[in-house]
């Protein structure tokens, strides 16, 4: 396994080193980061009340569909899978173990090493931050998931989304915060937890929603495959009539 190991630093040198330049040292951070992070995380709230009305306003309702199963897949898999999966495997970052990481962008120092130990109230240690374990990579895992989940409703996106979910994971490698078996572990991760989920939900929709909602069952019989794509209940309901 050690072969594997060299293969996935020289893999990461490469892209992080040969391929360094000052273009993408502009462009990769901005990728990477999450431009609704800090100060202004309630941009994030009125971007998701501005879509939802909007969807509900214009009867779109495949696209509010699609946007709640990404809010669930993506919500769950960044916060249950990803986050417990880094914490038992805790792989050190490669700026914390590496020497000479180009890291563009970047302000903050790194932690000395992703094992760090802190004191807490009580002297109990307790392992640093999560930010210092490298696998899998969240971003890569969130990119794919979101990927499938809108593949599913709308086939076309793909020709937009998978190209950025790749960019996003290659600026992971090149900022210095994943090796590229991070980022493959994580798009693997992701997808296949999205199509899980996927699977799941509509399973449990299907089983619930006879006993429970039969009016709304008729209308929407499967939630991978709305029919209220653009047009609304009551237009249905007077169709069917």
């Known amino acids: ?21 000052p273009f993408f040292d502009e462009v990769m951070p901005f990728v990477s980061h999450n431009p609704f992070s800090g100060p202004y995380k309630w941009l994030l709230v009125v971007a998701i009340v501005t ?4 969807t509900i306003w ?34 050190p970052r490669p700026y914390s173990v590496l020497p000479d990481v180009k890291r563009p962008g970047e302000t903050r120092k790194p932690a000395a090493t992703a094992n760090a130990i802190v004191e807490t109230k009580g002297n109990s240690p307790k392992h640093a931050s999560m930010n210092t374990n490298s696998m899998p990579s969240a971003h890569a895992a969130n990119w794919f998931a979101g990927t499938i989940v809108a593949l599913v ?4 996106s793909i020709r937009v989304i998978l190209p ?7 600026s992971r490698i090149y900022n210095g915060d994943h090796y590229p078996s991070d ?26 929603a006879p006993k429970w909602f039969p009016g709304v069952c008729k209308l929407l019989p499967s939630l991978t495959s709305p029919i209220l794509s653009e047009k609304s ?9």
């Open 1 to 21: 396994m050690e072969w594997l190991q060299q293969l996935d630093v020289g893999l990461f040198r490469f892209i992080n080193g040969t391929l360094s330049n």
């Open 51 to 54: 879509f939802a009305a909007v």
């Open 58 to 91: 214009k009867r779109f309702y495949r696209l509010l569909i699609c946007g709640l199963m990404a809010g669930i897949i993506i919500g769950t898999g960044d916060g249950l899978l990803c986050r417990n999966l880094k914490h038992t495997i805790q792989r």
């Open 153 to 156: 409703y709308f086939r076309k």
């Open 164 to 170: 950025l979910a790749c960019l996003v994971s290659f």
């Open 183 to 208: 980022v493959l572990a994580g798009a693997i991760v992701g997808a296949g937890h999205a199509v899980a989920m996927l699977w799941l939900l509509n399973s449990l929709w299907q089983w619930a």
């Open 233 to 241: 209940s009551v237009d249905v309901a007077i169709q069917t009539k």
